[in-house]
């Protein structure tokens, strides 16, 4: 059996209605559950960039990149491992403000790139970004305190490798 | 300059007129050299069939029975002819409608635009009356679809949707345009669409895949050619056969690819797949190199994929990178429309002969004949066999005519014993194996080629599917032959029962009405023949025929389709018993 791995997706498309909808329509026609998902504008103007993270082999990986690049508002997809991009997610968490001076929370805080963003006299909101398990193990580290929300996003991720869109998109 | 500039301005005004979104639907159909649609009108088109009515000199609309008959009559007539299909619907239910033949359109590759009529766009998203999300439901199966909301959008959006239904590999595209912009006004004027950045019809052809396919083929003691419906696609029927004919290399089709060659062909060794010839499926797992010409190795072509031509290198010639290693690893992919590489990879192969190689398929065609077609064609049981049917309008059509099969045993058959001497003559439901699909696609396939005998072969179980479309033929007048080969029995489960569930028939059995008075309900001549000294007879009186006629041919009840690859076999553990 060939290994599952984690890849990020890029897929370059056109900034019109309906292109979600082709897109999972692809990971649902194979049975692939999304990961994570992020939308938003691209390097290049009026270009929308979908990143997906999806749990797959490598070979499912690449059928999945050609059918999503087959779709006719799909400029370019690409795929790739873990070692190939540089990524981030962020969380933020709302706790009671009565944690808000406990000391336990104030040093879990020194972990890297995590801050209080507000505090009111209710409760106060902690960003904390980095890679997936950092988020995981901040979540793991506030749990005890009675999270109120919790909310992460998808993953974002630039490629070390060139992505030739722009040459696809040269008249 | 002034005066020019007049001249400039003049000829824009005459190209551009002011006119309603529904009447700009049909003149998009017209500059794209469209002049046939089926359809069913309803409450959210009626704008554009009030254009209909409107152009009815210029532009011909059928009225079909129901959308899935309007539909694959849009795909028979596609497929006959190359052109694009147009289809009308209403919102809705006209929409749902149409989707098992787009579909159907899809996994086929044929060309279709679906037009459908929506709510008002202050309406969208409201469950309105007859709303449905069509562009929601159509998205996984069609080329591409979009909604227009504002009739300024129309020219754009039509001659965009003609460009990606029919470039590249074909495929349906579905407009849905509300109501209010069919109403509403804009200034026509209509510019062919010729390219679409995000999308690259055709892959760059790459001449270095081109000259390694050479040499494998040059190298090759037992090369093996599987030819699919890309050959007839990309319109190189003769660029095919003239690198067969080169290369000598036996040639074996796939059930979209009947008919791009010649069935007597000398070196056509029969078609590959499931009940495909016993040679080139045994001889799929000898050979030392598979070329593939535009086809899409199936799972009912390539059976188990663990045990498919291991031995083999494989060579895809191929239009849709998609497609590429998707269930075979191939050695060489060349990339292109199968025309273009044909004509590229001619100076590389050498004039070949494989006359030892090809004793083999002739030693297993053989035993083919022995064990199973002989006793198709000369039966000792007193039942008529599906197979002597189609002998019998091969001998009268002399494989002239267009046969458009349904989906069951009876489509195995006509795909297994239809004489082929012309392209584009086999319609057929192919990889959604769509039921109900002969009826309409044959009466499509008979207005895109009138002058041609088109003949649908259908099972009692299929025909019962759409047979509100005798309706359309009698509206018409469109001279289709329908034979019905009828086994009391829904034949190709049946025969799956009694192999792998122990003659458990469950809901099998059919109960049928008298076809022949059906089809005489709607004034078309019908017969039905059950004594095999009848048969020859009745197929002359049917072809010899110049409107619709209607024979049913009473089959022995329990005959199976063999040779079969039964699922997960590999394809040289073909059985012919």
């Known amino acids: 059996m060939e290994e599952k791995k984690n890849y990020t997706v890029s897929v370059y498309t056109e900034n019109n209605i309906g292109i979600l909808n082709r897109l999972s329509a692809i990971f649902l026609k194979r049975h692939i559950n999304i990961e994570s998902m992020t939308v938003s504008e691209s390097e290049i103007e009026n270009v929308h960039r979908f990143t997906f993270v999806v749990i797959v082999t490598e070979t499912l990986i690449r059928k999945v990149v050609l059918q999503l690049e087959k779709q006719i508002e799909v400029i370019g997809a690409f795929f790739h491992t873990e070692e190939e991009i540089i990524y981030h997610e962020t969380a933020l968490f709302k706790i009671s403000s009565e944690h808000l001076y406990d000391e336990n929370i104030q040093n879990k805080l020194k972990f890297r790139r995590a801050h209080i963003i507000a505090i009111t006299e209710r409760y106060f909101v902690i960003e904390a970004s980095g890679l997936k398990e950092d988020i995981d193990n901040m979540y793991q580290k506030l749990k005890p305190y009675g999270l109120m929300q919790f909310v992460r996003s998808g993953r974002i991720a630039i490629s070390r490798p060139r992505m030739a869109i722009s040459d696809v998109l040269a008249p | ?577």
Request: proline letters at 4%; charged letters at 20%.
């Open chain 2, 1 to 577: 300059m002034e005066t020019l500039k007049k001249e400039v301005q003049e000829i824009n005004t005459i190209k551009s007129v002011k006119m309603s979104g529904a009447e700009a639907v049909i003149r998009c159909l017209l500059e794209e050299g469209s002049t046939l649609a089926y359809g069913y009108p309803g409450g959210a088109i009626m704008p554009v069939y009030d254009e209909l009515y409107k152009y009815r000199e210029q532009f011909h609309h059928v009225l079909s029975r129901h959308e899935q008959g309007a539909i694959h009559s849009a795909q028979g007539f596609a497929r006959v002819t190359g052109k694009v299909g147009v289809v009308f619907a209403t919102s809705g239910p006209g929409a749902t409608n149409l989707v098992t033949g787009i579909a159907d359109a899809q996994i086929d590759s044929t060309p279709l635009i679906c037009i459908t009529g929506q709510v008002g766009s202050h309406l969208l998203g409201s469950d309105a009356f007859q709303e449905t999300d069509i562009i929601g439901i159509s998205t996984p199966v069609t080329k591409w679809n979009y909604q227009i909301t504002k009739a300024s959008e129309i020219p754009a959006v039509f001659a965009k949707a003609f460009y990606i239904a029919k470039s590249g590999r074909p495929g349906p595209v579905l407009i849905d345009i509300t109501k209010d912009a069919q109403f509403g006004e804009l200034d026509f004027s209509y510019n062919k669409c010729v390219k679409v950045r995000s999308y690259k019809a055709i892959p760059t052809l790459n001449i270095e895949k081109v000259k390694e396919a050479a040499v494998l083929i040059n190298a090759a003691k037992k090369p093996l050619i599987v030819f699919g419906q890309g050959v007839i696609l990309g319109s190189a029927e003769n660029e095919f056969k003239n690198f067969m004919e080169k290369t000598g290399i036996p040639s074996a089709c796939t059930g979209l690819g009947l008919s791009a060659l010649e069935t007597d062909h000398p070196l056509h060794v029969g078609m590959v797949g499931m009940h495909g010839n016993y040679a080139p499926n045994v001889l799929t797992n000898q050979c030392d190199v598979l070329i593939a010409i535009g086809m899409r190795f199936d799972d009912r072509v390539t059976g188990n994929l663990n045990t498919y031509a291991k031995q083999a290198k494989i060579i895809h010639f191929e239009i849709d990178p998609s497609e590429v290693d998707k269930n075979v690893k191939t050695d060489v992919a060349v990339l292109g429309t199968v025309k273009e590489s044909l004509v590229e990879v001619m100076q590389f192969v050498n004039k070949g002969n494989h006359s030892e190689w090809m004793k083999e398929f002739h030693k297993l065609y053989e035993i083919e004949k022995e064990v199973v077609i002989n006793d198709q064609l000369n039966p000792t049981k007193e039942g008529l066999t599906m197979s002597e049917v189609l002998a019998g309008i091969n001998k009268e059509t002399k494989g002239e005519a267009v046969i458009v099969s349904d989906v069951g045993q009876h489509q195995m058959i006509a795909w297994r014993y239809a004489k082929f001497t012309k392209t584009r003559s086999n319609i057929t439901s192919g990889g959604l194996g769509t039921m109900g699909f002969a009826l309409p696609a044959a009466i499509g396939a008979k207005m895109g080629v009138p002058d041609r005998e088109v003949i649908a072969i259908i099972g009692d179980g299929g025909y019962q599917m759409t047979i509100q479309e005798l309706g359309t033929i009698l509206q018409t007048k469109a001279a289709v032959k329908i034979v019905v080969l009828n086994n009391s029995f829904l034949g190709m489960v049946r025969q799956w029962q009694e192999l792998f569930f122990d003659r458990r028939y469950a809901s099998t059995v059919m109960t049928n009405p008298d076809f022949v008075k059906i089809a005489e309900g709607y004034s078309i001549e019908a017969n039905r023949v059950s004594k095999r000294e009848d048969l020859a007879d009745a197929i002359k009186k049917m072809t010899d025929s110049k409107e619709a006629y209607f024979l049913e041919v009473v089959i022995e009840p329990e005959s199976n389709v063999f040779p079969m690859i039964p699922t997960g076999a590999s394809v040289s553990d073909i059985r012919l018993t």
